[in-house]
C-alpha cells in the first residue's frame, strides 16, 4: 500500500514536472538563486573567519631584554606570563638565536655584516614572544611588566603589534556581509515561496475537476495533498542538486583568488566545503523542503474546503 502510494506521487509529480516544464525551471531557478546566496554567505564568513584568526595570529607582545639579564631571571619572567590565565604561549627568543636570525635577514648586506663582526660581543639580547587568548588581553601582560619593578629593569624595551583596529574593521566588514548576505536570502526565500505556491496553483487548478470528484468520493485531505507536496518537494531536490554543483564549481572557481587574498595558509574554500558539505547542502535541502511543503499547504488550502 506503502509502494502504491509512493509510486502514484511519483509519476504524478514527474507527470506535472513535464507538463508544465517552462513554469518548472521558472520555480527551480528561484530556489537554486536562494539556495546559493545562502552559499555564497557561508563561504563568505568562512574567508572572513579566517581571515580575521590570520591577523589575531600575528599579534603578539615581544619582550626585548638588556644584554645583562641573565637566564635565570628571564626564566623567571617567563613563567610568571605563562602562568596567567589569558596567556597561550611564550617563546623565548635567546640572544644568540635573535644574532643569527638578524645575519640571514642581512646576508645581502655585507656592510652590516662585516659592521657585525667588528662588535666584540653580542649587542642583542633575550627576547619574549608573548600571545594571549584574545587581543584585549596584550595590555593586561604589558601592565604585568610595568608594574613589577624587579621585571622593569631587565627590559630594554617592548613592542606591540597593535593590530586590532584591521581586526575591528575586518568584523565590522564581515557582520555587514552577513546581514547584506541575509537580506539578499530572505529576499530569494520570499520570491521562491511565492513562486512555488502560484506553481502549485496552477498544477491544482489544471486538476481541479479530479480533485472534485476525489472530494465527493470520499477521498482524504492527504491522500490529494500527496502528489502536489511530492511536486513541490521535487522542486527542492532538482533546486539543491543544481545548487550542490555550482557549489564545488564557485568553491574551485574562486581558491586562488582565496589564496591570494589570505596567503600561504592551510586553508581553501574546496576544503571547507568537503568538511562541512552535509551541514552545508543537507541544511539548505531541509530548510527548501519546509520552504516548499509550507507553500503547497498555503495553495491547497482553498481546494480542501471543497
Do not use: C
Request: proline share 3%; charged share 15%.
Amino acid at each position: 500500500m506503502l509502494f502504491l502510494s509512493l509510486s502514484r506521487i511519483t509519476k504524478f509529480s514527474l507527470q506535472n514536472f513535464a507538463r508544465n516544464i517552462w513554469l518548472s525551471m521558472v520555480t527551480i531557478t528561484i530556489i537554486v538563486l536562494t539556495l546559493f546566496s545562502v552559499t555564497s554567505l557561508v563561504f563568505i564568513n568562512a574567508v572572513m573567519n579566517e581571515a580575521i584568526s590570520l591577523v589575531k595570529s600575528k599579534v603578539d607582545v615581544s619582550v626585548y631584554f638588556k644584554p645583562t639579564a641573565t637566564e635565570e631571571q628571564i626564566a623567571v619572567v617567563q613563567q610568571t606570563l605563562e602562568d596567567a590565565p589569558y596567556v597561550v604561549r611564550v617563546a623565548h627568543v635567546t640572544k644568540s638565536e635573535a644574532l643569527a636570525k638578524l645575519r640571514e635577514q642581512y646576508k645581502n648586506s655585507p656592510l652590516i655584516l662585516e659592521s657585525l663582526k667588528e662588535l666584540a660581543n653580542n649587542p642583542l639580547g633575550d627576547t619574549l614572544i608573548v600571545n594571549t587568548a584574545d587581543t584585549s588581553d596584550y595590555q593586561k601582560v604589558i601592565d604585568i611588566l610595568n608594574a613589577t619593578p624587579q621585571f622593569a629593569v631587565l627590559i630594554d624595551n617592548q613592542s606591540f603589534d597593535d593590530n586590532s583596529y584591521v581586526i575591528e574593521k575586518l568584523e565590522q566588514i564581515a557582520g555587514q556581509l552577513e546581514r547584506i548576505g541575509w537580506g539578499v536570502t530572505l529576499f530569494f526565500g520570499l520570491i521562491s515561496l511565492i513562486v512555488i505556491v502560484n506553481t502549485i496553483r496552477i498544477a491544482i487548478y489544471t486538476h481541479r475537476d479530479e480533485i472534485g470528484i476525489m472530494k465527493l468520493v470520499g477521498a482524504s485531505n492527504s491522500f490529494i495533498r500527496g502528489p502536489f507536496v511530492g511536486e513541490a518537494i521535487l522542486y527542492a531536490m532538482v533546486g539543491s542538486g543544481i545548487t550542490f554543483v555550482l557549489g564545488y564549481a564557485a568553491a574551485t572557481f574562486s581558491d586562488p583568488y582565496v589564496v591570494g587574498l589570505l596567503g600561504p595558509v592551510d586553508f581553501t574554500l574546496l576544503s571547507y566545503l568537503n568538511q562541512n558539505v552535509a551541514l552545508i547542502f543537507g541544511g539548505e535541502l531541509l530548510g527548501i523542503i519546509l520552504i516548499s511543503v509550507f507553500a503547497t499547504s498555503l495553495a491547497l488550502r482553498r481546494y480542501m474546503r471543497v
